[in-house]
């Protein structure tokens, strides 16, 4: 079993920026890959970012690629959201998962452990 649990959401002004973070526990060895999805009151939950704790590699949804950056710790029990000029539209609630996939992805059925989420919040 996989743990995981968020934290770093909160209110913040039109443009301005907020670190995510999610730390792992269990049986993290099996983790190969972790990725940030998202959901807006009355929309579908959508894939934000993922990255490959094995190669580094990443993926960003098209509405945030060049503003947010997904990392990980070097223990790799921990991924980062970095979250730049951010905007009203990125108000949702944010949820951490993990996947034992060694490929970076933002197809949700390769996630198998997720978190409860946190609250992002941009005001206008």
């Known amino acids: 079993q996989v743990q995981l649990?968020?934290?770093g959401g909160?209110?913040?002004?039109?443009?301005?920026?907020l670190r995510l973070s999610c730390v792992a526990s269990g049986t993290i060895f099996r983790?190969?890959?972790?990725?940030?999805?998202?959901?807006?009151?009355?929309?579908?939950?959508?894939?934000?970012?993922s990255?490959?704790?094995?190669?580094?590699?990443?993926?960003?949804s098209d509405?945030?690629?060049g503003r947010?950056?997904?990392?990980?710790?070097?223990a790799k029990n921990t991924v980062y959201l970095q979250m730049n000029d951010l905007k009203?539209?990125?108000?949702?609630?944010?949820?951490?998962a993990s996947?034992?996939?060694?490929?970076?992805?933002l197809w949700q059925l390769e996630y198998k452990s997720w978190g409860q989420g946190t609250q992002v919040t941009v005001s206008s």
């Open 88 to 96: 009203p539209e990125d108000t949702a609630v944010y949820y951490c």
């Open 51 to 60: 990255i490959s704790l094995s190669d580094g590699d990443t993926v960003y």
């Open 5 to 7: 649990v968020e934290s």
């Open 68 to 74: 947010f950056t997904i990392s990980s710790s070097n």
């Open 99 to 105: 996947s034992w996939g060694l490929v970076a992805t």
């Open 10 to 17: 909160g209110l913040v002004q039109f443009g301005g920026s």
């Open 31 to 49: 983790i190969n890959s972790m990725g940030w999805y998202r959901q807006a009151p009355g929309k579908e939950r959508e894939g934000v970012a």
């Open 63 to 65: 509405s945030v690629r």
